[in-house]
Every structure is written in C-alpha cells, then in structure tokens.
C-alpha cells in the first residue's frame, strides 16, 4: 500500500492540483494558503471526527519527545505551500518542476546523513550528478535557483520529520494545519480579499483547497511511514515529470540553457538511482536456513481416528 499512497499523492501534485491553483489566479498567493489551510483544518478535523466516532483513529499517546517535530514539519510544509503557489502565480511552474526534481536527492542525502540509510556506490554518484547540475546551472546563469532549491530542501525536511515523528497520517497532518491555523485566521481578518467571495465559483474553488490539499499530504504521510525514505525520494520524480509537461506544452514556458542543463544532469542523477533500485530489487537475500526435520509422529490410541 506504500507505493500505492506515494503514487496517489505524486500524481495529485503534478497534475490535480497546479490546475486548481492556476484557477485561482485572481487571489493572491498568501490569500490562498491560508485558504487552503483553513479549508484543510475543516476537512481533516471533520474526518479525524468521523474516525473517532468508530474508534478507528489512531492518537499517538502517550506524546513523545519527538512528536515536537510536528512543529518542524508544519513549517515545513507551509514555506513549501507558499512558494510553490508563488511559482504558479508567477508563471515560474518551471522552477518548481526543476525543485521537485532536485528533492528527491535531497530526500536520499538526508537518509543517509540523519537516519543511517546507506547508499551504495551508484546511489552516491546518482547524489553527486545531481549536485554537479545544480553546480553547472549556477555557474551558467550566475545565479542560484533559489526557488528550485528552496521547495527541494523545504519538502525534504518536511518528509524527514514526517518520517520520525511516525503519527497516523490524518493525526499529524490536522496536528499540522492547527499548528498554521492562527497564522492563517490573522491574515484573513487583515486583507482586503474576502474570505468568503460572492461567486460560488470561486468560493468553491476556495473551499475545494481544503480537499486537493490534505488528500495528498495524508497520502505521502502514509507511504513516508511504510517506504524507505530513499523509496520514497526515487518516487518523488513523477510529480515533476507532470509539472515539466505543464509548463511546457500547457503554459508555454521556455527551457533556457543553464536550466536545460541542470534538467539533463538531475535526469542522469534520477536514471543512475533508478538502474540501482531495480538492481536491488531483482538480488536474491540469502538463502533462508533449511527446517528441521519433524519428529516422527506417534500413534496415540486415544487420539486416533478412524
């Protein structure tokens, strides 16, 4: 089910929901986070409710000390929510693509750095191409993609705190939205643009932020507490994938160089880790111990039958 949760969530973020903010191109992009984190706390407590009610909702008690990472994670996730509906507002959904390509390298360093998950010899050089583009890039256009690498190191932290703290996926992710909750009511008292537009439109629209916001983020909660962290960043891929076509054959951006470059080099990066991970796959585990051999059974008169 790991996989299956980790395609849902990728697939969601790569097609689903750009289109959905693109929609809502006539409200600002903090307007809109804290939109979709309203919306997302309505949707996830009313679930979290409902489970409840049937006993199916699991509570991390009693806390942890590392359940504080929560904190983490949903700063995590909100510096990520922004940027990236910067990138669309922007037109930049490019730069977002080349971020969510470079994230699951960072996802794989940060195994193998915080929690010990070894890489093998093509998994460290699949690491080093992909910084080596970033490198190329920034020597080419003299400039550092800050935003590319900033939803890249943004998701990653997020998923490694994700990972350790290992909460049920709706409990951490409505833990999360709470947590951002106040930030967001504070805006919305303070702006100009209404919480709750005239248009029904658009204020389903709005309220539909709640829906293609939590729906994937439990999804990848659920796959990061089931799958390696190094599975989980050699998934990651599908959502930029998705991102690049949009951009390009929907939203007509253009591939300048130094990005065509650092897009080849992270390509390599993806291809090399991916032949590993396949190679892995198909080794065989040692071979398991031979059973002992039964003892031989004995005829008991009273438990025979006939």
């Not at 930049?92 to 890489?119: K, W």
């Not at 690491?127 to 690498?149: D, F, I, Q």
């Not at 709470?178 to 439109?201: I, K, R």
């Amino acid at each position: 089910m790991g996989l299956v949760y980790a395609l849902a969530a990728y697939l969601s973020w790569g097609l689903l929901v750009p289109l959905h903010f693109r929609l809502l191109g006539a409200y600002s992009p903090n307007h809109i986070l804290a939109e979709r984190i309203v919306w997302s706390s309505v949707f996830a407590g009313t679930l979290a409710l409902i489970l409840a009610a049937r006993h199916r909702l699991n509570l991390p008690l009693p806390l942890r000390p590392r359940h504080a990472l929560l904190l983490l994670s949903a700063a995590m996730i909100g510096v990520n929510w922004l940027l990236y509906l910067y990138a669309i507002s922007t037109g930049h959904l490019l730069d977002a693509s080349l971020g969510y390509y470079i994230n699951p390298l960072v996802s794989v360093a940060l195994g193998r750095v915080v929690l010990g998950e070894r890489l093998r010899p093509m998994q460290a050089a699949a690491v080093g191409v992909a910084t080596a583009g970033v490198g190329v890039a920034v020597v080419w256009a003299g400039e550092l993609p800050l935003m590319s690498l900033s939803l890249a190191v943004s998701f990653a932290l997020y998923g490694l705190a994700r990972k350790i703290v290992g909460v049920d996926a709706l409990v951490g992710f409505l833990a999360e939205t709470l947590l951002l909750l106040p930030a967001a009511v504070a805006w919305l008292v303070h702006t100009p643009e209404p919480f709750l537009p005239a248009q029904p439109a658009s204020l389903a629209l709005l309220m539909l932020t709640g829906l293609t916001t939590a729906l994937p983020l439990i999804w990848f909660a659920a796959a990061a507490v089931r799958l390696r962290l190094t599975t989980l960043g050699l998934l990651q891929y599908v959502a930029p994938t998705c991102l690049l076509g949009l951009s390009v054959l929907a939203f007509g951006e253009r591939v300048e160089p130094p990005r065509a470059a650092m897009l080849a080099l992270i390509w390599v990066a993806l291809a090399l880790y991916t032949v590993d991970a396949l190679r892995g796959r198909r080794r065989p585990g040692p071979a398991p111990a031979p059973a002992p051999a039964p003892a031989p059974a004995r005829s008991d008169p009273d438990t025979m039958r006939v």
